[in-house]
């Protein structure tokens, strides 16, 4: 995460709560509008629990509902009707690293990871002596499905707590007041900066000019920021297989996101005796919902029976993003206690994520099982963001700031599935490169994600059940406020179940099918 207070150089325009548009809950996650666009446009590693178990590298492997969120081709691959369902249990802790001390915060959710059906049309094709009735390209199948699956989860946990012998945070907001020299309201600064100064934390000789902290060192320091929710996909697609050699497929997917953040930071005294102040809590909650659309496409050609390749294209996903938040401070005295809070009207905007492109390969050894790879790429710099007219030229200096700062991001997943008769074991590797160009990246705290996947499944004739396991492992900085960081160790916990069932066919063509692809041990 970039340090936020490079966002002060956009903020030259004057309009209601400027700097809240770039700046959201400042001192506490200094969570900017850059930084949650990137989290809505980073997807993890999700789907059935089979492809969960190989680390979703299932861009050319297709015939499974957890695949057909990377290529819609994948549907060409079925040759029955297929019903899917998927619960699952997340585990998040983090170590937090504050200037030297390290708290834990863990969260656990229970949730639906994937509930879906792809329903499969075999195509017959009439033998009229020499001539079929179907030209030389033959369509075999096709298939449709709908498919809810969840695409990545925000729920997070950050405590930290130091204590701090050299500045406080109101120390940093004087000497930016003071800096800019514009009057101390939400027309010309975060909402955490306006309550300071109304709750007496800042004050001013004059009312108006030569601001000072009623804070000071030595002080201890602790925070907390609770985030929670998710992006939630619903993929339509229609894939078609083509003479066994080539599937293609398309599909429309709808995306409701919700985000909620609930922070807090305190400041109090530790022996200063002659200091009038005692403490201090700012508290904000944020809140976003948001309904976006994206389009599907992809190809999977057979060259070989041992061999697939897939290529696959997102476009954007189009936002339209609500946006709800409010701070308080209560800051005591030895003498008073002074509460004050600010709440922002309900703030629409649209934001546009960057287009993805897939490229897959996977290898097939007889009934035994196989290997695969999907190569992932987005420019995060893409990223797009439109606000209302109302705050001026915000929208074009934002994007600017994703140009300048955000780079191309590649996802490398590998995934192997073993089988012996009925049964199946997985396992997969997932690596997610830093967002953000070199010159801008924290050391030691780049935000790349590395995913350990493994899984077990039984496969009978019209009935499955897929058990994985996914560790998560990531970086990230924190900013309390200025340079101050807290260095976040994340770690992720992911248990996967799926049921599922397959209803086949008894056709000519199905067993036809069935001969021409792989043998029974391979059954997909």
């Known amino acids: 995460m970039l340090n936020p207070f490079l966002f002060c150089e956009l903020c030259n325009m004057k309009n209601v709560w400027c700097l809240v548009l770039l700046l959201v809950a400042g001192i506490v996650n200094a969570q900017s509008y850059n930084d949650l666009g990137l989290l809505y446009s980073r997807s993890?590693?999700?789907?059935?629990?089979?492809?969960?178990?190989?680390?979703?590298?299932?861009?050319?492997?297709?015939?499974?509902?957890?695949?057909?969120?990377?290529?819609?081709?994948?549907?060409?691959?079925?040759?029955?009707?297929?019903?899917?369902?998927?619960?699952?249990?997340?585990?998040?802790?983090?170590?937090?690293?504050?200037?030297?001390?390290?708290?834990?915060?863990?969260?656990?959710?229970?949730?639906?990871?994937?509930?879906?059906?792809?329903?499969?049309?075999?195509?017959?094709?009439?033998?009229?002596?020499?001539?079929?009735?179907?030209?030389?390209?033959?369509?075999?199948?096709?298939?449709?499905s709908i498919n809810y699956q969840r695409e990545s989860m925000f729920s997070k946990t950050v405590d930290w707590s130091s204590d701090n012998t050299q500045s406080s945070a109101m120390g940093y907001f004087a000497n930016a007041v003071n800096k800019t020299g514009m009057p101390l309201n939400t027309d010309n600064y975060p909402v955490e900066m306006v309550l300071a100064y109304q709750t007496y934390l800042l004050d001013s000789i004059n009312g108006n000019g030569n601001f000072y902290s009623n804070v000071r060192a030595p002080i201890h320091q602790s925070g907390n920021i609770l985030t929670k929710g998710a992006t939630d996909h619903v993929d339509l697609a229609l894939g078609g297989n083509l003479n066994d050699k080539f599937y293609f497929g398309a599909g429309i997917g709808f995306s409701v996101l919700t985000y909620m953040q609930d922070a807090s930071f305190s400041e109090s005294k530790t022996n200063d005796t002659a200091n009038h102040f005692m403490d201090y809590t700012f508290t904000s909650n944020l809140r976003n919902t948001g309904?976006?659309?994206?389009?599907?496409?992809?190809?999977?050609?057979?060259?070989?029976?041992?061999?697939?390749?897939?290529?696959?294209?997102?476009?954007?996903?189009?936002?339209?993003?609500?946006?709800?938040?409010?701070?308080?401070?209560?800051?005591?005295?030895?003498?008073?206690?002074?509460?004050?809070?600010?709440?922002?009207?309900?703030?629409?905007?649209?934001?546009?994520?960057?287009?993805?492109?897939?490229?897959?390969?996977?290898?097939?050894?007889?009934?035994?099982?196989?290997?695969?790879?999907?190569?992932?790429?987005?420019?995060?710099?893409?990223?797009?963001?439109?606000?209302?007219?109302?705050?001026?030229?915000?929208?074009?200096?934002?994007?600017?700031?994703?140009?300048?700062?955000?780079?191309?991001?590649?996802?490398?997943?590998?995934?192997?599935?073993?089988?012996?008769?009925?049964?199946?074991?997985?396992?997969?590797?997932?690596?997610?490169?830093?967002?953000?160009?070199?010159?801008?990246?924290?050391?030691?705290?780049?935000?790349?994600?590395?995913?350990?996947?493994?899984?077990?499944?039984?496969?009978?004739?019209h009935f499955y059940v897929d058990f994985a396991y996914q560790l998560g492992i990531t970086k990230e900085p924190t900013y309390p406020y200025a340079d101050w960081d807290v260095n976040n160790k994340l770690l992720s916990h992911t248990a996967l179940l799926t049921i599922g069932f397959r209803l086949f066919k008894n056709t000519p063509e199905q067993a036809d099918s069935k001969s021409r692809s792989t043998k029974p041990g391979m059954k997909f």
């Open 44 to 144: 993890g590693i999700s789907g059935t629990a089979r492809s969960v178990g190989s680390a979703s590298a299932y861009g050319s492997v297709g015939a499974d509902l957890g695949s057909i969120s990377i290529n819609p081709a994948g549907l060409g691959l079925y040759r029955s009707t297929d019903i899917s369902f998927t619960p699952g249990l997340f585990i998040n802790k983090n170590k937090a690293d504050f200037d030297g001390t390290t708290t834990v915060g863990n969260n656990t959710k229970v949730f639906i990871n994937q509930f879906g059906i792809a329903f499969t049309k075999l195509i017959k094709h009439e033998n009229r002596g020499n001539n079929f009735s179907f030209n030389a390209v033959k369509l075999n199948a096709i298939s449709f």
């Open 291 to 461: 309904l976006g659309v994206v389009g599907k496409f992809g190809i999977i050609y057979r060259p070989a029976s041992w061999i697939r390749l897939g290529l696959a294209y997102h476009t954007p996903t189009f936002y339209n993003i609500t946006e709800t938040y409010s701070g308080s401070t209560v800051a005591n005295f030895d003498t008073a206690t002074f509460g004050q809070t600010l709440e922002a009207y309900p703030f629409k905007y649209k934001l546009k994520t960057p287009m993805k492109g897939i490229a897959s390969t996977s290898f097939y050894f007889k009934e035994y099982g196989f290997l695969s790879v999907d190569y992932e790429f987005q420019n995060y710099g893409a990223m797009r963001f439109s606000f209302p007219a109302a705050f001026g030229n915000a929208t074009s200096q934002s994007n600017d700031f994703q140009k300048k700062y955000y780079a191309f991001g590649h996802v490398v997943r590998a995934g192997f599935e073993g089988s012996y008769k009925v049964l199946r074991v997985r396992a997969g590797y997932a690596y997610s490169s830093t967002p953000y160009k070199k010159a801008y990246v924290t050391k030691n705290y780049t935000e790349e994600k590395h995913t350990v996947s493994a899984g077990l499944g039984y496969r009978g004739k």
